[in-house]
């Protein structure tokens, strides 16, 4: 319990302001806070995924792949070449940053697609997505994703940007 200091009212723990006389209250206990080192070792390695297309039969992740995007909602297919980082996201009147895949087309805007919402890369002989801190979140194969932390990818995996479904289609 918290004494006032002005009444002497007790007040629960975490209180600002006593409910009697509206005097701000004085915590005593101060907490603390402590500094972690942390070394160059701490860095988590993540292993590159063995990619399974629909036959079943193991595939080496590549470079070389050819990665498309199936739109669930329609059926249509987006593929992407040329690039080894694709931003995906939603064009808006005025906006200065251009995603290289616009899902405008396809309803975005109403099923919670953000403008920068999600990156795709190819790095190191692997696919990832990273979520650009979109305001409703990035899911794969239905688990909500952290921000700015990338994931890596398999063929037929399923993305959703929001409420916005896609399906990862790779091809060596």
Do not use: W
Not at 75 to 104: H, K, M
């Amino acid at each position: 319990m918290i004494l006032c200091p002005n009444c002497h009212h007790e007040e629960m723990p975490g209180s600002l302001f006593c409910s009697e006389c509206g005097a701000q209250l004085v915590v005593t206990e101060v907490p603390t806070t402590q500094h972690i080192q942390r070394n160059p070792s701490d860095v988590l390695a993540v292993q590159p995924p063995v990619q399974t297309p629909l036959n079943g039969t193991a595939m080496a992740p590549t470079a070389d792949a050819v990665v498309s995007l199936h739109i669930v909602d329609s059926g249509q297919i987006i593929n992407l070449a040329g690039q080894t980082e694709f931003t995906i996201g939603r064009t808006a009147e005025g906006q200065p940053i251009l995603p290289d895949v616009d899902l405008s087309p396809y309803e975005a805007y109403s099923k919670g697609v953000s403008r920068l919402h999600a990156a795709l890369k190819i790095h190191n002989q692997r696919i990832v997505i990273t979520d650009l801190g979109s305001a409703n979140g990035t899911r794969v194969n239905g688990q909500k994703i952290v921000p700015h932390v990338d994931y890596p990818l398999n063929h037929g995996d399923m993305i959703a940007l929001g409420k916005f479904t896609i399906q990862i289609l790779i091809r060596k």
